[in-house]
């Protein structure tokens, strides 16, 4: 394959990189593993910086990354050569890029096998013709990222992954994988001594952590999602349906380029119905910026509130101040929550519930059980460390009274905090 000219294709190896790759060393060593092989579409994004198109449309098993403990072996990302022409506008940083076609079939229509008796890959990455008519500088593109990679191909995302650990040193260690039927696949595929290791919540573990690049994308993660949020709210009056504030605020958030995930509108406990003169409501919001989340939380009143609910809202805000004051590297989330129940209790609020949890690339971005253990397995062993990203989660339900909510997006910084959102955590009253 040849053009008249030959564009550089370095740009697809230039994401930033999102992987806390120090922490994932320290992990890593905790738990004796030699690599990580990332099967789920976050955990590929997360350790390849690649939001690749195959891993979203619901073909599992198409593209994987892999990191290797060694620090000098290469990190790759594996993908259908088909799809190399994503990492022009969604690069990674991973060096090694390892793509797949399909087997080799000989003239009796059969697989051509290697020595070890294994499918051969196609050499070519493009099936598509080329023309005699003249390239634009996208088609040279297309021409020198295919040719970059022609003949370098394997014969299935297996193999392919299969030459990407062996490249990495671990063909004869032990690999963390969060899908768990990886691993007796990749031995059948020529890694029979590769040792496994369930690391669902060992991904999560790591990701506990962020780094500044995933801190930018989770500042604008709260703020444009406290401006859908606010957008929402601005549609609340008498008569108005719970279901339309969610629809209001994935409207806006679609044009804040990225997309609403759930807005719970709470009144009395229940999520249906219309709005009244008179109610208040829990609104629990939740978007997502370029795969990370922004997490807001406020109450909204229609009408003149109630001296009991001003005082709960004034409460949830002077307390959560506090703890936000308080919180330090090393605190446990434990901590935070107690503090949290005993300040309320101060103020002569009862039953004052306030939980941490990391946000990130989910919602929740932190161990969590997995069926086996019973809920609030790992609450003891959370604590808050530099570059932790949080809310403090502030709900609040009493049947016969109503419900409220107040949450704000932090950052753990060494000496204090960053409020990644503005903390407005004021009632939100709407005229009637």
């Known amino acids: 394959m040849s053009s008249k000219t030959s564009p550089s294709i370095d740009h697809i190896t230039s994401a930033k990189r999102l992987l806390n790759v120090e922490r994932a060393y320290d992990v890593m060593d905790k738990h004796g593993l030699d690599g990580l092989v990332a099967t789920t579409p976050v955990n590929i994004y997360y350790l390849s910086s690649h939001g690749g198109i195959m891993q979203w449309m619901g073909r599992p098993f198409s593209t994987f990354a892999f990191f290797p403990r060694k620090e000098d072996a290469p990190p790759a990302i594996i993908l259908s050569a088909v799809m190399l022409y ?13 793509p797949f076609t399909s087997p080799l079939r000989g003239d ?152 609403g995930k759930w807005m719970i509108a709470n009144i009395d406990g229940l999520n249906s119905g219309v709005v009244s003169k008179g109610d208040f409501m829990k609104l629990d919001s939740v978007g997502v910026y370029k795969g990370y989340h922004g997490d807001v939380g406020r109450t909204v009143m229609v009408g003149d509130p109630p001296d009991s609910l001003v005082k709960r809202i004034e409460a949830d805000t ?88 107040v949450e704000d997006m932090i950052v753990v910084r060494e000496d204090g905090f960053e409020a990644l959102s503005s903390m407005d955590t004021s009632l939100k009253i709407r005229p009637v």
């Open 86 to 98: 994503h990492l022009d506008y969604r690069p990674t940083w991973m060096p090694s890029i390892q």
């Open 108 to 259: 009796d229509g059969e697989f051509l096998l290697d020595d070890t008796g294994r499918p051969v890959g196609n050499p070519k990455t493009s099936f598509w013709p080329v023309g005699d008519g003249e390239k634009s500088d996208r088609d040279n593109l297309q021409l020198a990222l295919f040719s970059a990679y022609e003949g370098k191909t394997s014969a299935s995302p297996l193999t392919a992954l299969v030459k990407a650990i062996k490249a990495g040193g671990a063909a004869q260690g032990t690999i963390g994988f969060d899908d768990p039927r990886i691993a007796p696949w990749l031995r059948d595929q020529g890694v029979p001594a590769i040792k496994d290791v369930d690391a669902l919540n060992i991904f999560k573990e790591i990701r506990m952590v962020k780094t500044e690049n995933e801190i930018d994308l989770l500042r604008e993660a709260a703020q444009r999602n406290e401006i859908a949020l606010n957008y929402a709210i601005d549609q609340i009056e008498p008569g108005f349906p719970l279901e339309g504030i969610e629809l209001a605020h994935a409207r806006k958030w679609g044009e804040l380029d990225g997309r």
């Open 318 to 405: 002077k307390c959560s101040r506090l703890v936000y004051d308080a919180v330090k590297p090393g605190m446990k989330f434990s901590e935070a929550s107690k503090m949290f129940y005993d300040l309320m209790q101060q103020e002569g609020v009862p039953n004052g519930f306030g939980a941490p949890h990391n946000v990130g690339l989910e919602h929740t971005d932190q161990p969590w059980p997995t069926g086996a253990e019973p809920p609030g397995t790992f609450d003891d062993d959370f604590i808050f460390e530099e570059g932790t990203v949080y809310t403090l989660d502030m709900p609040y339900s009493e049947i016969g009274w109503g419900t409220t909510h």
